[in-house]
């Protein structure tokens, strides 16, 4: 790149109409440059477009957030026991309804076909990926970056096998479903990963993530124990359940209730925490829904 001098002892000599039209002339010289042709002004910035929403399959969620943007990432927080579940399924449930083809990449192996069932997926338009330890031959291992790095370092020896975390493997696994297209929603379930080791996925993985996902129709949903994607994330809504009913009002009877009634009941909230949607400062504001036990 040929460099130039932004101001010189000529410059402050010229005449003050020279030293006014001098901002346009430095635009000049760096769209002359073939690297900077793209530079532009800010005030002649174009405004993205707002991206598509769609439903999430929870009325109350879709009041507070407009609903689920396409293409970007959008991230669900929470405890165990928070409606986290729920507002999955129903998502699953709402993207199949409207003839997307979803992946769902399941870290911890946590998923139940026939809660899904009862929440009306339909199983034709669904990816299941499920993630375990599995052990990488010495070639994989060659194109894996976590291993990559340890073997640079002389940490391991191009014999040796590793074995790949159920989080490295979702890692993979969601970067190759991005990659590939096609799909309408894409779900990673790392809400029963340790909180630790949720926080240690890095931040270079989100933003790939982020850069992957946008300008296409696809809905990477994330649910986390707690907020992991930072900036990356177009929405962060967080989850904290209220009470549980039907479990109260079994103790007080005296009765041990059923395993599909521990959560019916269960009061719900919701907090928009961040939308980079709005061009305007974000405050936090509260949406409550209730979940529903069903009937096998």
């Known amino acids: 790149m040929s460099s130039f001098p932004l101001f010189s002892v000529e410059t402050a000599r010229r005449p003050v109409a020279a030293v006014q039209n001098w901002p346009a002339s430095v635009l000049q010289r760096l769209a002359a440059v073939p690297k900077l042709a793209e530079v532009r002004p800010a005030s002649r910035l174009e405004v993205r477009p707002a991206p598509e929403m769609v439903s999430s399959g929870v009325r109350e969620l879709d009041a507070l957030t407009g609903g689920l943007p396409r293409g970007c990432v959008t991230e669900v927080c929470g405890p165990a026991s928070s409606g986290r579940t729920s507002l999955l399924l129903a998502t699953l449930a709402a993207a199949t309804k409207r003839q997307d083809i979803c992946a769902l990449v399941d ?56 074995s790949e975390t159920p989080v490295e493997q979702a890692l993979r696994a969601t970067d190759l479903l991005l990659q590939s297209g096609g799909f309408g929603l894409v779900v990673v379930d790392l809400s029963d990963v340790p909180m630790q080791l949720a926080r240690k996925i890095p931040l270079t993985s ?82 409550a829904f209730k979940t529903r036990a069903a009937q096998f």
């Open 107 to 162: 870290v911890c192996d946590a998923f139940d076909p026939a809660s899904a069932a009862t929440a009306g997926m339909d199983f034709e338009k669904l990816l299941w990926v499920r993630c375990g330890t599995k052990v990488l031959s010495p070639r994989r291992q060659r194109e894996t970056p976590p291993f990559r790095k340890e073997r640079e370092k002389g940490a391991l020896s191009d014999k040796q096998s590793v």
């Open 206 to 287: 989100w933003f790939r993530f982020q850069r992957a996902v946008e300008h296409t129709p696809t809905v990477l949903f994330v649910i986390t124990p707690s907020p992991c994607a930072k900036t990356c994330a177009t929405l962060l809504v967080k989850l904290q359940a209220e009470k549980k009913l039907s479990a109260f009002r079994a103790q007080l009877l005296g009765r041990s209730p059923a395993h599909t009634q521990l959560l019916d009941g269960l009061q719900v909230q919701g907090e928009l925490l961040r939308s980079r949607l709005e061009r305007k400062p974000m405050q936090s504001v509260k949406a």
